[in-house]
């Protein structure tokens, strides 16, 4: 015999099944319940909604409220969102900043970022790494003077009289602004000298746009009702984690020319021995020789005026630059006037150079006279202009003196 069919499910099935649906018709009323990044203030409200039925009759709907409900819709459980205080610290540098010593407002680059949910405004400070820190190279002096400025946003860059304030007012969260430090180099640092320095950006209260920064903020001791502060930041290069700030480092290098200034003489001849071991007697001509080397690896030098004041033992300035040889005899031969000239007469100067410059273009004789040739005599001074004397030739501009390179003055003066 057939056994007969239900189309009922068991008893055990029908159970599941009713209680799935209780469950299901449980529904989440409107409202966001944690979303990161909502901004501080904003209220969450949240209600709950139960669907029953009594002896398969459905029954009126009941709302949750804070305190239990029984019937009717219901009042929604609310909170506030807690401010979340973050920020983040960059440098834009790539690579340290070059400065020569005694430079003033050489400016370091950076970006603070608001990366927490309310307004706020960020006081702004520096920090001299401790020696023998690292950033594109070793610390090992301190700047002088620093100052800290942020970027107003009407010219880019660091503007002198533009960048003034030194805190960033009423950043929102998400927005990135751009800050300075700013500092004086002392006049004593050497080449290679490195000093690393950092930006700090400290959470203040926002709120209140104006001239000044906004208060000191702390974190709040316990959850209440309203907008609790939370530090959420990470340790920076110059600070602790969860301190309301963050910061970060760029460095100074000191790249400046190297000069070495040397001034050797040499006995050209005298009115007895001519050119065959000459003494240093009176009417003797010595040649001066001033030679201006940069050193290698060093930053290329604008080279302005050499100065030389002749003693008063000299009698004189060799207007010809003479060579102490030729046919007239001694002793006019060893004399201004009777010497032959290495160049021609009148050209009482001669100037080479060692380096990139175009070949062919030294050794240059210039006349001791005020002209354009930038060499001069005026007693009892030898004056030679570099503006002048060394023009912009090829990659050199003018008075350059890169690394590795000299340049040579020479002139002739008679002992009395």
């Known amino acids: 015999m057939e056994r007969s069919r239900s189309n009922n499910p068991p008893t055990r099935l029908r159970s ?21 990044g909502t901004a501080s203030g904003t209220s969450i409200d949240n209600l709950s909604t139960l669907n029953y039925s009594v002896g398969g009759v459905a029954q009126p709907a009941i709302g949750s409220s804070p305190t239990g409900n029984t019937v009717g819709a219901g009042t929604a459980t609310t909170f506030v969102v807690d401010n979340r205080v973050n920020v983040n610290v960059l440098t ?30 960020f006081a702004l400070t520096s920090a001299q790494a401790a020696s023998g820190a690292a950033l594109f190279g070793t610390d090992n002096f301190d ?66 746009a104006g001239g000044s920064v906004g208060a000191v903020i702390t974190q709040s001791p316990a959850d209440t009702s309203g ?32 000069l070495t200034v040397t001034k050797t003489s040499l006995l050209i001849c005298d009115p007895f021995n001519g050119t065959t071991s000459p003494k240093h007697i009176p009417g003797a001509v010595v040649r001066w020789t001033i030679t201006i080397s940069n050193a290698a690896g060093a930053a290329s030098a604008t080279l302005s005026t050499v100065t030389d004041v002749i003693n008063t033992t000299l009698t004189a300035f060799d207007a010809n630059l003479v060579t102490g040889g030729g046919a007239m005899p001694l002793p006019a031969r060893c004399s201004s006037a009777g010497g032959t000239p290495e160049s021609g007469a009148g050209l009482g100067f001669k100037l080479s150079f060692t380096g990139g410059r175009p070949v062919g273009s030294y050794p240059k004789f210039f006349t001791n006279a005020a002209d354009a040739d930038g060499a001069n005599f005026v007693s009892p001074n030898v004056t030679v202009n570099y503006a002048a004397a060394l023009p912009a030739e090829g990659t050199h501009a003018v008075g350059e003196l890169k690394a590795g390179e000299s340049v040579i003055v020479y002139f002739n003066v008679t002992v009395n």
């Open 92 to 121: 834009t540098d790539t690579a340290f900043v070059s400065v020569v010593p005694g430079a003033t407002a050489r400016v370091t680059t950076f970006t603070v970022t608001n990366t927490g949910n309310t307004v706020q405004d």
């Open 143 to 208: 700047t002088g003077a620093c100052s800290q400025f942020a970027e107003n946003g009407v010219n880019a860059g660091y503007q002198v009289g533009e960048d003034t304030v030194n805190f960033i007012d009423e950043l929102p969260a998400d927005i990135t602004r751009t800050a300075y430090v700013v500092c004086a180099i002392p006049a004593g640092q050497v080449n290679g000298d490195h000093a690393v320095v950092g930006l700090i950006a400290t959470a203040r209260a926002g709120g209140s």
């Open 227 to 258: 907008v609790d502060i939370v530090f959420g930041d990470v340790a920076g290069s110059d600070d602790i984690v969860r301190d309301g700030a963050h910061s970060a480092r760029s460095a100074y290098r000191v790249e400046t020319a190297t």
């Open 16 to 36: 599941g099944i009713a209680a799935l649906a209780v469950a299901m018709s449980f529904a989440i009323g409107t409202g966001t319940v944690h979303a990161a």
